[in-house]
């Protein structure tokens, strides 16, 4: 994949500090620029935030993080940069100037993008000197988790710029969808609109208030959205004779004096004020970091969901998170350091988060499971078992696994795990993990877990290659000295 080797964000608020987290997490480094004077805590929150959420979206390896440096003008920010992301207030005077500034400054080859939400693309790069490398890369909030794009060209922008820039988003998990014509607000912020038009006279006309018409979309049509967008979600109503038949059926419809579309409200200081209010009491008692934290554990929640989707394929923005990790692993987080197998080996370091816990702040019993077998994934990627080889049709399937629960993790604590393998043949591999406390050492829990290598294909169980043999067996013998594990071939409810 063709990457981004260094970013510049000029503008630092909700969006471009998003942006700047996006690239710093998938281990870019970022100069920025932003005159106002609180830009780096704004920054440095955003940046917390996105970290935040990482933790909860992947266990993939994230690569060392990109280093973020404050700059005092423009040109500071830009030098040696390959992207530079525009992401200053919705002004066309402002973003123009700020654009042709960028131009001026920087490599006639690097990419140049503007997060506009709606200003056409030929009318920003009308005063630069290298117009083809100019376009419009409209993402949605936050940009750290949310994975799309708008990739929009102006008359001058050439074809090959927004290839390009679509090639490069998808390294950092971004799906960059090129839009054919240039148009005011572009795709979504069109659809946007449309939404946001009709609700604000729903609210005028006090057919509800602001928590109710949110829980409309939420509860129902949202998550339809989220996973199949308008056109498929569609095209299922129809039922068995699709599209056609929904067209048929409903298309009369849009001639009904249903909606408000083409009459715009009177936004006057009462209508301000009612939507103010009513805004307040749903969610006034909440600080905004508080709010995006838990919106952001909502989309970690439904991408994850996602990813699973297809029969494990990946659906939507669940697999372009799924082709992220897999990018992920294959870089490997950064430099390899070679394994020390003289004892159980420390193959995962992570966090309980949000997601993880049960109303007692608990981590929940499921999520023990989910830490075992990543750490079991771990080994299996260490003697050569990664995506392309599952890929190619073998793996190892996990067929036993005995659990102790022994401690209690707890909402925020930082765990390890260790595995030692007790025993390996042709076919089978037999090991045993365990669950720390990163702060006290204590051990919070065990599995022992027995492994058969199989034809997925066939759907049964075959000899491992020798590749993977030769890499598994200097790990089992080394273990083979270890004392055994406290633990070890324990049946349910044993005594101690």
């Not at 169980?461 to 089992?476: E, N, R, T, W």
């Amino acid at each position: 994949m063709t990457s981004i080797q260094k970013a510049a964000c000029i503008g630092g608020g909700v969006i471009g500090g998003a942006w700047a987290a996006r690239f710093v997490l998938a281990g870019i480094d970022v100069d920025m620029y932003d005159p106002h004077p609180e830009a780096e805590r704004i920054g440095g929150e955003v940046l917390g935030n996105a970290e935040r959420a990482y933790a909860m979206l992947t266990m993939a390896p994230l690569p060392p993080r990109g280093k973020i440096t404050f700059c005092k003008s423009i040109e500071e920010a830009v030098e040696g940069a390959d992207w530079i992301q525009e992401s200053v207030p919705e002004r066309l005077e402002l973003k123009r100037n700020v654009i042709t500034q960028i131009d001026a400054a920087t490599n006639p080859q690097a990419l140049i993008g503007s997060s506009t939400s709606g200003l056409m693309p030929t009318d920003l790069q009308r005063d630069m000197k290298h117009p083809e490398r100019f376009f419009v890369a409209h993402p949605y909030n936050p940009v750290y988790l949310l994975p799309l794009a708008e990739l929009v060209g102006g008359q001058k922008t050439s074809p090959e710029t927004l290839k390009a820039a679509q090639e490069k988003l998808a390294p950092i998990g971004m799906k960059g969808v090129i839009i054919k014509k240039e148009i005011e607000a572009f795709v979504g912020d069109r659809l946007l609109e449309a939404v946001w038009r009709e609700g604000l006279w729903l609210i005028h006309d006090d057919i509800c208030d602001t928590e109710t018409l949110d829980d409309v979309i939420r509860y129902s049509f949202g998550m339809r959205w989220a996973q199949m967008g308008l056109f498929e979600t569609y095209r299922i109503a129809g039922g068995e004779a699709g599209m056609r038949h929904f067209l048929a059926q409903f298309g009369p419809c849009l001639s009904w004096p249903w909606t408000r579309l083409t009459d715009v409200v009177d936004l006057d200081d009462a209508l301000i004020d009612k939507i103010a209010a009513q805004s307040d009491a749903q969610s006034g008692a909440r600080g905004i970091r508080e709010l995006e934290r838990i919106r952001d554990e909502n989309l970690v929640g439904i991408m994850q969901a996602l990813k699973a989707g297809d029969g494990g394929q990946g659906w939507g923005a669940g697999k372009i998170l799924g082709e992220f990790e897999k990018h992920l692993w294959a870089q490997g987080g950064g430099a390899k350091k070679e394994p020390d197998f003289s004892a159980p080996l420390r193959l995962l370091d992570t966090k309980v988060s949000a997601a993880w816990v049960d109303y007692n702040g608990h981590m929940t019993e499921y999520r023990y499971l989910q830490v075992f077998a990543d750490t079991a994934d771990m080994l299996l990627r260490l003697i050569g078992v990664d995506f392309a080889y599952v890929e190619a049709g073998h793996s190892y399937y996990t067929v036993e696994t005995h659990i102790r629960h022994l401690g209690e993790a707890k909402l925020g604590q930082k765990l390890y795990s260790t595995l030692q393998v007790l025993s390996s043949d042709d076919k089978r591999l037999r090991f045993f993990t365990t669950i720390y406390n990163a702060e006290t050492n204590e051990a919070l829990a065990t599995a022992e877990q027995l492994m058969l290598h199989v034809d997925s294909k066939a759907g049964k169980s075959v000899a491992a290659p020798f590749d993977v043999l030769a890499k598994l067996k200097p790990i089992a013998e080394a273990h083979a000295k270890l004392p055994i594990p406290e633990g070890v071939g324990r049946s349910v409810g044993q005594k101690r």
